[in-house]
């Protein structure tokens, strides 16, 4: 089992920058890809960044550029830095995990955090 608690969340002026936490314990090692994804009210739930065992990263369209997701393994924590940020980006962010591989090949996550809200103000 994996537990995912998330933090860091908070308002922000449009240009500002925030960065979300996102800190796993549990069977850590079984963790394949660590996901972020983000909800707004009335809007799909939509994968911006996702992180792999060996590092490979992978980014949405609509946050290239301005957002980075790492991983620190010695404190079993993956970050995601929101820079840039626009109203836009305005949502409840959640960070997953997944441990199967054929939920990883399927692109899906068996793990998921509470959330952590983020709102930037024009």
């Known amino acids: 089992q994996v537990q995912l608690v998330e933090s860091g969340g908070g308002l922000v002026q449009a240009g500002g920058s925030l960065r979300l936490s996102c800190a796993a314990s549990?069977?850590?090692?079984?963790?394949?890809?660590t996901g972020w994804y983000r909800q707004a009210p009335g809007n799909q739930r939509e994968l911006v960044a996702t992180?792999?065992?060996?590092?490979?990263?992978d980014y949405a369209d609509s946050v290239k550029g301005r957002f980075t997701i790492s991983r620190d393994n010695a404190k079993n924590t993956v970050y995601l830095h929101l820079n840039n940020l626009k109203p836009e980006d305005t949502a409840v962010y959640y960070c997953?995990?997944?441990?199967?591989?054929?939920?990883?090949?399927?692109?899906?996550?068996?793990?998921w955090g509470q959330g952590t809200q983020v709102t930037v103000s024009t």
């Open positions: 997953a995990a997944v441990t199967n591989l054929r939920l990883l090949l399927r692109g899906e996550y068996d793990y």
């Open positions: 549990g069977s850590i090692f079984s963790i394949l890809r």
């Open positions: 992180i792999t065992s060996g590092g490979s990263t």
